[in-house]
Structure formats: structure tokens, C-alpha cells
């Protein structure tokens, strides 16, 4: 009995029993509800396969499919005062930074790279949503400083990709005077001459929406997007009226003249080579490069130009001179 209770017993119900499967294989959409497998939702882009939806991707998701080969390289943005205020509400904002830092793996709450696109070099900016709602802090202001005056030395466009609640509370006046400070370096650009790309992304409110975000020679928004400053809820609230159906959504945007494009994820790489190429004066970007001949095949092709050749110049010899 001890034999088939201690072995036999565990054996089968080892061999029978549910395997554990982990939890992040699966995500739901949040517009239509389908379960979409992970590598499935990645290779789309984070974009629902069922119904286009566009969900939350992370910058260094979003430029390693935008960048050539995916390879880029990061500018160094200088750091600022870890906790000006020293602002606690129920966490210190010390420690809500640590726990962001270590659920997004992110430094802060925006990257800026450098790298080509179709052979296009640009330099690139991307707000993460998911460190501490993509807030406009004093960080996020010394980013996008970082961005232009890398653009400006090496002359190259600035391509921005805003998503954020807006400005970040625990800094409190010191996150409203990046407003300025931005709108100051994207000054630069536009005095050298260079253009300034930007792609809304949902959600992008607040005082992003009223500084750098509005900015752009282009204004281009992903499908579906939120753009505004407040919400249509506090708007409703206090105005007491309903809003029109997609209201401050991309769509409404560009049919009342506020954005240029609206553009799905996936068409977006080919779209933004188009328009910095055209701004920039340069030739279509080219899609693709002829495959070198392999050496067999060009050593083959030798060898049977010159066995052609050996196989004339006896018939010449023979061949009759003219007089």
C-alpha cells in the first residue's frame, strides 16, 4: 500500500496533471475583447488583429521595429534633481520613481535615440505611458532639450512620439516650466532648418498637448488616438452638455483641421521616410538592394567566358586573310 500510495499514485497523477501555463502568453483587446496570443500581438505591433485596434506599445518596442535592423543608439539626457519638492503623498515620489523604474526597466519616462530609417538618419524621441503615465517632468524637459540640440549638431530631423497625462504633479510649477524650456528647443530647429515630426499617440492630454506635442512642421496621430488638454469628462461635467460621438479622438481632429495625418502603426515607418525625405530635399528612399552574385555563380560565368573565347580562336586562324 505505501509502494502504490508514495510512487504509483504520485507517478500517474504527475503525468495527467495540468501544466501551468504563464500568465503573460495572452492579452486581451480592450476594444473588442479577443485574446490575442503574445508573439501574434508583437509581430502586429501591439495592433489587434480583429479589429485594428491600437493598444500601448513601449519606445524601445516602437523603435526596434522603426529603426533599420533595429539598431539604434541612446543620447545621454542630463539628470536632474531626484526630488526638488521632496513630495510625498501616500508614497514618497522617491519611491514611486524605484517602483516605476522597476516595472518599465526604463530610466525615466522618455528615451531618445539616434539611428536610420531607410537609410534616413533622424533623431527620435518616445514617451513611455506606462512609467508614471508618461508625466512631463523635469526629465522629460531635459529629454526633449537633449533631442534638439542633437539634431541641430548633426543636422538631422527630430521625430517625436508623445504619449502622457500631461505634466507631472510631484514636481509641481518645476514640471509647468518644461512647457517653455521645450518650446524654446524646438526653437532651435526650426532656426536651423530642420523639421520636427511629431506622432500623437494615445493618451496624449495636458500640458504636453498645450507645448511640444502641438508644435510639429507634420502633426501625424495613430488611429483612435485621445488628444486634448481636459478631458471629455471634466469638459461635460462643466459645460453640462454631451459631446459629439469621438470627440478629441484622432479622426475628429483631423476632419476639424488640428492634425495632418492619421496613420495605422504599421503603415507609419514608410509614411515618416516619405515626409522627412521630401522636406528634406533628398531622393525617394530606396526599398530594397540588388543580392550581390554569389562567387560560384560569377567564377562559373568566367570560366565559360573564357573556354568561349579558346573555342574561337582556332576558327580565326584558319579563317581566310583577305588580300
Known sequence: MNWITNYVRPTINSIFSRREVPENLWSKCDECGTMLFHRELTDNLNVCTNCNHHMAITPRARFKALFDAGIFTEVKVPEPLADPLSFRDQ????????????????????????GEICRTPIVAAGQDFSFMAGSMGMYVGNAIIAAAERAVTLKRPLVLFSAAGGARMQEGILSLMQMPRTTVALQM??????????????????????????????????????????????????????????????????????????TPRGKLRDELVTIIRMLTHQPPAVSGDLPAPAYEEAAESAVAGLEANSDAAPQDSKAPKKK
Do not use: N, W
Open 91 to 114: 508614497k514618497k515620489y522617491t519611491d514611486r520613481i524605484k517602483d516605476a523604474r522597476k516595472v518599465t526597466s526604463e530610466k525615466e519616462a522618455m528615451l531618445v535615440v539616434e
Open 189 to 262: 530647429l526650426k532656426e536651423a532648418g530642420l523639421p520636427y515630426i511629431v506622432v500623437l499617440t494615445h493618451p496624449t492630454t495636458g500640458g504636453v498637448t498645450a507645448s511640444y506635442a502641438m508644435l510639429g512642421d507634420v502633426q501625424i496621430a495613430e488611429p483612435g488616438a485621445l488628444i486634448c488638454f481636459a478631458g471629455p469628462r471634466v469638459i461635460e461635467q462643466t459645460i453640462r452638455e454631451k459631446l459629439p460621438e469621438g470627440f478629441q479622438r484622432a479622426e475628429y481632429l483631423l476632419d476639424h483641421g488640428m492634425l495632418d495625418r492619421v
